[in-house]
């Protein structure tokens, strides 16, 4: 667990919370709700675009990679790997939702 920490943490994936995560989404942050196409037709956040985690390794060129990512998904170590396969295409202003708040944004 170590290792994915201190990569998500070099890869600028900090835990964010909703009222930052509110901020940067108002100016040009990109929501990004990494769960299977199945679970995310059953519920998301408003204005998530869905990638699933497995497919942002060839999937991220819908995102910009000078804007904010915001990551969603079920679990921390999902978008523990998310950031990773990002920060790998590099994008460095990366973050995932605290999964306590994510109904609140």
Request: aromatic share 4%.
């Amino acid at each position: 667990m170590k290792l994915a920490l201190r990569t998500l943490i070099l890869a600028g994936g900090e835990v964010l919370p909703v009222q930052t995560a509110r901020k940067l989404l108002a100016e040009g942050g990109q929501l990004v709700d990494i769960r299977p196409p199945a679970e995310f037709r059953r519920g998301t956040l408003p204005g998530a675009l869905n990638l699933p985690a497995d497919a942002l390794g060839y999937d991220a060129g819908h995102l910009n990679r000078r804007e904010p990512v915001i990551l969603y998904g079920a679990t921390p170590v999902a978008c523990v790997r998310a950031a990773r396969l990002l920060a790998g295409q590099g994008f460095s202003r990366i973050y995932h939702l605290d999964d306590r708040d994510q109904s609140d944004i």
